[in-house]
């Protein structure tokens, strides 16, 4: 045997004793800790093993959900006006080409100042629509102190800028002064142009695109 054959059998010995080594005391510090996921290291090996287990026992993630409109903030205004939009609204997978089949809530308030007088009303979710990060939804008031609004279907449109940029909020009775004046009937996802800023720093919207389904040619 040459020299040059004894060095590189001895390098590979000392490479695979030192991997041996780590391997082992990685193992000796997990047992001795107790908690794989507070370590990142540890938590990804034990999320890929999980991983791995879930493709061999025939385990398939859930599938996205179709579009979501999430979040809630307050508007922008130069007036001591304090308005808050808050949304939870989502249409599942299985409803991607039926945006009547939404579910969630909505929740929106208006004060004259922070704490002050005014009126709010929450509602269910019928309908979401999202073109890109563009959603419109609508839903009907359960409750309300605001008379004769109740039962009422209104409309949201919102605008999700991003992270840190100012979202841009629409609202059906936009063009009627008030929730009172909007007419009786609304259909569904219809709303307004979202003309109004988020207030920065008081909150964010989130809206999950919608992956239409294009028609086919026969």
């Known amino acids: 045997m040459t020299r040059t054959t004894i060095t590189r059998n001895h390098t590979r010995a000392l490479a695979v004793g030192a991997a041996l080594l780590l391997t082992a005391g990685a193992a000796g510090a997990a047992v001795a800790s107790g908690d794989d996921a507070a370590h990142p290291l540890r938590g990804a090996a034990a999320s890929a093993a999980a991983a791995a287990t879930g493709a061999a026992t025939g385990e398939h993630a859930k599938p996205r959900e179709a579009a979501a409109l999430t979040g809630s903030a307050k508007m922008y205004r130069k007036t001591t006006e304090d308005v808050t939009f808050t949304f939870n609204a989502h249409l599942a997978a299985e409803n991607n080409n039926d945006p009547s089949k939404a579910t969630g ?21 019928d309908c979401l629509m999202t073109g890109g990060k563009v959603a419109t939804a609508t839903g009907v008031i359960d409750e309300t102190n605001l008379p004769g609004i109740k039962d009422k279907r209104v409309g949201f449109t919102v605008d999700d800028k991003g992270k840190g940029r100012q979202d841009r909020v629409g609202y059906s009775w936009a063009a009627y002064g008030g929730t009172q004046g909007q007419p009786d009937t609304l259909a569904k996802c219809a709303s307004s142009a979202p003309y109004e800023k988020v207030r920065k720093g008081t909150g964010d919207f989130d809206v999950l695109p919608w992956k239409f389904d294009y028609p086919t040619g026969h």
């Open 105 to 125: 809530t909505f929740h929106f308030v208006h004060l004259d100042k922070p704490g002050g007088k005014g009126g709010w009303a929450k509602g269910r979710i």
